[in-house]
């Protein structure tokens, strides 16, 4: 298992599914073998410079990197481009980002916090969506004040299995 980045240039590819469109970057198996991945495995990185925390997932035979239509705007590039990836395995793949609209409400709120740290990572994954995903900073705020809530308050489990948090119903 590398613990130094592999530095790779792919082109940034299109699948359409009955699940909508994704763009990704295929891991080739000479990078999967030098990584050590052989299951799906979280990683950090850069592509074009624009810096990631994502899970090297499979699907069938293809082993992939999931590029939101968000990032690959800030990249540049579009479907066919090739573009620079920089890959490690992630030294802690338990951790999770907040987004800032949160990570200040916890910061203000340690009883938060300890309550977020103590969920699975990924619950804590899908908070951190469910803040990051709105386009508009207003809408960010109140998702992340309705976790915040729902941490203070004992609920936060009640709101993760009615699918508030992450992409269940989308």
């Given at each position: 298992m ?7 240039r792919?082109?940034?590819q299109?699948d359409?599914?009955d699940?909508?469109?994704?763009l990704y ?7 999967r ?6 299951k ?7 592509v074009?410079?624009v ?10 035979a293809l082993?992939f ?7 690959a ?15 490690a ?11 800032i ?13 300890e309550?977020?740290?103590a969920?699975?990572p990924?619950a804590?994954?899908s908070?951190?969506?469910t803040?990051?995903?709105?386009k ?14 729902h ?5 936060i489990?009640?709101?993760?299995r009615?699918?508030r ?6």
């Amino acid at each position: 298992m590398a613990d130094t980045p592999l530095t790779l240039r792919l082109p940034l590819q299109r699948d359409v599914s009955d699940y909508g469109v994704f763009l990704y970057l295929e891991i080739p198996e000479v990078a999967r073998a030098a990584l050590g991945i052989e299951k799906p495995t979280r990683v950090i990185g850069s592509v074009n410079g624009v810096p990631f925390d994502l899970m090297v997932q499979k699907w069938h035979a293809l082993w992939f990197l999931y590029i939101s239509k968000t990032t690959a705007s800030k990249l540049g590039a579009q479907v066919g481009d090739w573009v620079d990836l920089v890959i490690a395995r992630d030294p802690d793949p338990t951790r999770v980002s907040q987004p800032i609209e949160l990570q200040v409400l916890l910061d203000a709120e340690p009883l938060a916090a300890e309550r977020l740290l103590a969920l699975t990572p990924g619950a804590q994954r899908s908070l951190a969506f469910t803040v990051s995903r709105p386009k508009r900073e207003e809408t960010r705020i109140q998702k992340a004040l309705a976790i915040l809530n729902h941490l203070l308050e004992g609920t936060i489990e009640d709101y993760l299995r009615q699918g508030r948090g992450g992409t269940r119903g989308r």
